[in-house]
């Protein structure tokens, strides 16, 4: 398909929010991969986790035994080759781990918030292909892009704009927004030329791709 799909955080809808189960989920109802949130913890641990913090402690200042349950990076291995992972670094400063677990995966994409992280990556010369996630505007958002070597570019849904995806389009980075989850939402995107979107309804999304292809 030319519209891809993917699971925000897999299925949050119905399983556990970055669980293989809802990564599972996400698959089993047809979408193209998922995204999902990593971290490093303070005992070298990388997980899959979004918030910053668990019981108003620092997650980055936990080790493995605080979570139950836990899930790894190294459990997101079983979908190599089987769908497309977005992975979401929500903090620099592990490259050296973070290349050494998923640089053997393919069809992964590896993005952040963080920027600077992204920015070494690329001086790295990584063989993955890197992606912008953002919040707001970016003025001269495709030259953005490439000065940082990001060839994914993964806005807010609601900043996304017809100009904005063909100027990306027009540098070779895909667009695909992040958590709209209505049928509106999609059609406008769709119409924008955007290259998919990152939703929480992965399996409404699907179905409503399946029934744009059925006319």
Request: aromatic content about 12%; glycine content about 4%.
């Amino acid at each position: 398909m030319s519209f891809l799909i993917f699971g925000h955080r897999g299925s949050p809808k119905r399983f556990p929010e970055n669980t293989v189960a809802s990564f599972e989920e996400a698959l089993r109802a047809g979408a193209d991969g998922f995204e999902t949130d990593l971290r490093l913890l303070h005992d070298q641990t990388p997980i899959l986790f979004h918030d910053d913090e668990l019981n108003e402690r620092e997650i980055e200042s936990l080790s493995a035994d605080a979570f139950s349950p836990l899930t790894r990076v190294r459990d997101l291995g079983q979908f190599a080759g089987r769908a497309t992972m977005i992975l979401e670094v929500k903090r620099s400063k592990w490259e050296h781990v973070l290349c050494s677990e998923v640089s053997a995966w393919p069809n992964i994409v590896v993005a952040s918030f963080d920027h600077t992280l992204i920015a070494e990556l690329a001086r790295r010369r990584v063989d993955f292909p890197l992606g912008l996630t953002v919040f707001g505007a970016i003025a001269d958002a495709a030259d953005y892009a490439k000065r940082l070597n990001a060839t994914w570019f993964f806005p807010a849904w609601r900043y996304v704009t017809r100009d904005l995806a063909d100027d990306l389009h027009a540098h070779d980075v895909k667009v695909v927004p992040w958590t709209p989850n209505r049928e509106r939402d999609w059609d406008r995107l769709r119409d924008f030329a955007c290259d998919g979107v990152i939703t929480d309804y992965p399996a409404e999304a699907v179905a409503w791709r399946r029934r744009l292809h059925t006319f």
